[in-house]
């Protein structure tokens, strides 16, 4: 906020004497930068505190140093603002096309189908809900008229005369902005769609709460990701045995209030207006909370509105470095460092970490646990502040989709932080199954949970309606005179309080009845099995009086069925006839390691066969990859090896998982080269036309001799295999890495109809399945028309030291054990002029095939 002064120079002068008063002896040049370190302090302080001085020293008003700091204050921050305009104003006249580009599409607010290609427009279901748009408002009506105003009735006194007067939901119906369908990552007897929704409409509800106060909504906007879930599929018609959807995050919501509730659209209660609405839609239809509409009567309601889940990530918060310094000290000349805390947020779950005072380099290590429902879609929401006594300063934010823990069983990296200039975050995640093996029970010696306990609560029946009725049962009996005598009072507002040691959660209210239901799902973490019980208190509102109670050991579980007890429990301390019908389900929780890398060792045929090459081919030096010393590679592992092969074998049909597994084994066998002997090979290295690096080549550029996994073919083609056109430039004011797949030319045909062809991109060293990118499909045609464009997310600096590899594949497999590539190319990143872009043709050719003349 302010330069450097003089107390920020001391900080550096302690730093450096600190730094050099570790060693024993200092010498000459260390002490001669001591001492100007120390000169330069001392300058900087009577800069500073003479005119302080001086003015004391005249008899002046404090007023004129006063007036001197706010002149210097001002001309600093002045002079800051017209640096960041002359620098916004050079970018982006460097950048005024793709400027434009950006703010046309936040000013008309595209849908998401325009920027995510997997994404789709649905304009012939936006036209069914218009045409369906008023039977949705009858529907509507009628709901809050017989449903939602007897409940608020019933929530208060003061609400008894509680009336919807007006209930009309306008001509403007919701539209559906995006929709994109899982088919892969899902089961196979279920359909998951994720729909972006957005409704701006001309809501109008009026309510009246007493007879001189009149409330409503006039105007609501709503914007958010509505998932929806089509299971089971069934043989038989409707073919889908229920709906559920659910939002995976807290939408949006702008409410314009009118009537005595005009007040909350003052800026003081709007914010708080619009959350407490947005909970109570949370409490509905926010993860773990869902919509669920059976469509056959086979289907169990209480699966579909609470399934288990789909496992537990444990988080654990380490650090963070190279945080930005917000606070600032004597009217922002002295710049400070931050107090850093993290709030993680999973679903309506929120945790904050503790506050690390003045450091830019925190360590939490602090470990959380998330139960994941849904997996991909759920998303761990990490956000770092500066802890002031006013307002916390924003130091950045990184979202991660548990889908890719999942996938990774085991994360342990850097994150950048979003939304900031710099700043990392260091995190460790690990993914925890849910497994009914009692064997695998073993308590945490660091006190983390070992088991995860859902309840399911349904109902209660024969509830008493008050602490007093319980009392006079037990002592008089059921039938006594004195009860039948006393006066008749109102069913009783109940709800259920669990707890599991200081774990406590409570379901909603329900109101005015004996046999209450609550349909409700909450999970708890358990850390000791056979010590820890479940405590079940109903619980009356008003008073908090207890209605009965039950407790259920959680050892009891370990001997039951799947770990399941669903069943109706009498309830102590209550009436004679009062039970509560809950389903309790027991996993143990078991941590899944991340997948090995497989290691191939091809069979010694091969081997002799490429040592054979190689002493034919005297100009040709390839590196081995294994030598007989090598203990992973020994030939005592033939056994294994030769499981090895199929499994790669088998993996090559599996779509886009190919490109993946293609490159952790590549990885693999590219570190086996550098450390091995060049004494046998049975792989070889291609090169292209384009930017090549012989020291960093990319793992994807290696395969078998003799291309042997290429159809026959693709083995035989005489010629070039095509070109593929690219532009690669960087955006200076976006700080991204653009690359634009425009066309492919004079591919290889892989059948009479031509190439149903795709382009894969990696961003080396860059190689995880959540860093690939790849362009859409073009069918039966050797010469596609792309057109799709991709951004990386990297500094200028460091894009200069990347490379780009690119592969053009074939989408429809010649044969099972068949690869699709088509051919491949590699872009010295280094070697380009990235701010000023380039637009070229670049030759297409495959590993392990010699080009031919």
């Not at 708080?272 to 169990?300: A, G, Y």
């Not at 998303?379 to 300063?393: A, P, R, S, V």
Request: hydrophobic fraction near 35%; aromatic fraction near 8%; proline fraction near 5%.
């Amino acid at each position: 906020m302010a330069s450097t002064s003089a107390p920020a120079e001391g900080a550096g002068l302690a730093e450096s004497l600190s730094m050099h008063g570790s060693t024993e002896k200092l010498s000459s040049s260390a002490v001669n930068r001591i001492l100007m370190e120390f000169l330069i302090y001392f300058g900087r302080a009577v800069f500073f505190f003479y005119p302080v001085y001086l003015t004391g020293y005249m008899g002046l008003s404090i007023s004129w140093v006063l007036l001197c700091l706010m002149t210097i204050t001002w001309w600093k921050k002045n002079r800051q603002w017209k640096d960041t305009r002359i620098g916004t104003a050079i970018e982006f006249v460097d950048n005024e096309t793709h400027v434009i580009n950006k703010e046309l599409k936040s000013t008309l607010q595209m849908a998401s189908w325009v920027h995510f290609p997997d994404v789709e427009k649905v304009h012939w279901l936006n036209k069914v809900l218009e045409q369906a748009w008023p039977f949705f408002g009858m529907y509507m009506e009628k709901l809050l008229k017989e449903n939602i105003q007897p409940a608020v009735r019933l929530s208060s006194p003061a609400l008894k005369m509680f009336t919807f007067t007006k209930v009309h939901f306008g001509h403007i119906p919701l539209k559906i902005t995006g929709i994109k369908a899982y088919t892969h990552e899902v089961d196979q007897k279920e359909v998951v769609l994720d729909m972006n929704i957005c409704y701006d409409g001309d809501v109008d509800i009026d309510a009246e709460v007493q007879a001189p106060i009149v409330a409503g909504v006039k105007g609501l906007k709503l914007k958010g990701m509505l998932r929806v879930i089509l299971e089971p599929l069934i043989g038989q018609v409707p073919l889908v045995g229920g709906v559920t959807f659910f939002f995976i995050r807290p939408p949006t919501l702008e409410i314009n209030w009118t009537g005595m509730t005009n007040l909350l659209d003052s800026p003081a209660f709007s914010s708080l207006s619009e959350e407490t609405i947005i909970d109570i839609i949370s409490s509905l239809m926010v993860l773990p909370n869902r919509m669920c509409f059976p469509l056959i009567d086979q289907v169990k309601v209480d699966q579909m509105r609470f399934p288990l889940p789909r496992g537990v990530v444990r988080v654990h918060l380490l650090e963070a470095r190279d945080l930005l310094a917000k606070d600032t000290y004597m009217m922002g000349l002295v710049k400070g460092k931050s107090d850093p805390y993290a709030k993680l947020r999973v679903g309506n779950r929120n945790i904050k970490s503790k506050t690390v005072k003045e450091n830019l380099h925190p360590k939490w290590n602090e470990v959380y646990e998330f139960v994941v429902h849904e997996a991909p879609g759920q998303e761990l929401e990490l956000e770092l502040y500066d802890e002031d006594t006013d307002k916390d300063d924003f130091l950045g934010r990184y979202n991660l989709d548990f889908g890719e823990v999942k996938r990774e069983k085991e994360m342990d990296q850097w994150f950048p932080l979003e939304g900031v200039q710099n700043g990392e975050v260091h995190l460790k995640l690990q993914w925890f199954s849910l497994m009914t093996d009692p064997s695998l029970l073993s308590q945490s010696a660091d006190g983390l949970a070992c088991a995860m306990l859902a309840v399911y609560l349904d109902n209660a029946s024969n509830l008493p309606k008050d602490h007093k009725e319980i009392t006079e049962h037990h002592k008089h009996g059921k039938h006594s005179k004195e009860a039948r005598l006393t006066r008749k009072t109102a069913n009783p507002n109940s709800f259920v309080e669990f707890s599991i040691g200081e774990d406590v959660q409570k379901s909603k209210v329900a109101y005015a009845s004996k046999d209450p239901v609550w349909e409700e799902g909450f999970t708890f973490f358990v850390h000791n099995v056979k010590t820890q019980e479940l405590k079940v208190q109903v619980k009356e509102q008003e008073k908090k009086t207890s209605l009965g109670s039950l407790n259920l050991p959680l050892g009891r579980l370990l001997n039951t069925s799947n770990m399941t007890l669903d069943q109706r429990f009498q309830l102590e301390r209550s009436g004679a006839n009062s039970q509560i019908k809950l389903k309790a389900t027991l996993r143990i929780l078991a941590l899944e390691k991340p997948p090995p890398k497989i290691i191939l060792n091809p069979p010694q045929a091969k081997q002799q066969k490429s040592q054979t090459n190689q002493g034919s081919n005297g100009s040709v030096s390839n590196p081995s990859v294994a030598t007989s010393s090598s203990p992973a590679l020994s030939s005592n592992n033939t056994p294994a090896n030769q499981a090895s092969s199929p499994t790669w074998a088998a993996d090559s049909q599996n779509g886009s998982n190919n490109d993946y597994l293609a490159h952790r084994r590549g990885s693999f066998l590219a570190s086996e080269t550098r450390q091995s002997s060049p004494s046998t090979s049975h792989m070889r290295r291609y090169d292209s036309h384009s930017l090549l690096s012989d020291n960093s080549i990319a793992s994807s550029r290696f395969d078998l001799s003799e291309g042997a996994s290429y159809p026959e073919a693709i083995r035989k083609h005489q010629g070039s295999f095509g070109e593929i056109h690219l532009t690669v430039r960087y955006a200076n004011l976006r700080n991204k890495l653009i690359i634009l797949v425009n066309a492919c030319r004079n591919l290889f045909p892989c059948s009479d109809n031509g190439t149903d062809a795709y382009v894969r991109l990696y961003l080396l060293p860059d190689q995880t399945w959540r860093h690939r990118k790849r362009t859409q499909v073009k069918r039966r045609t050797i010469n596609p028309v792309f057109n799709d464009k991709f951004e990386f997310d990297v500094s200028f600096e460091e894009a200069q030291t990347r490379k780009l590899d690119v592969a053009v594949k074939n989408n429809k497999m010649f044969l099972t054990r068949e690869r699709k590539d088509i051919g491949m190319v590699m872009i010295d990143l280094s070697a380009m002029d990235l701010a000023k872009g380039s637009t070229e043709w670049y030759e297409l050719t495959l590993p392990g095939l010699k080009k031919s003349s």
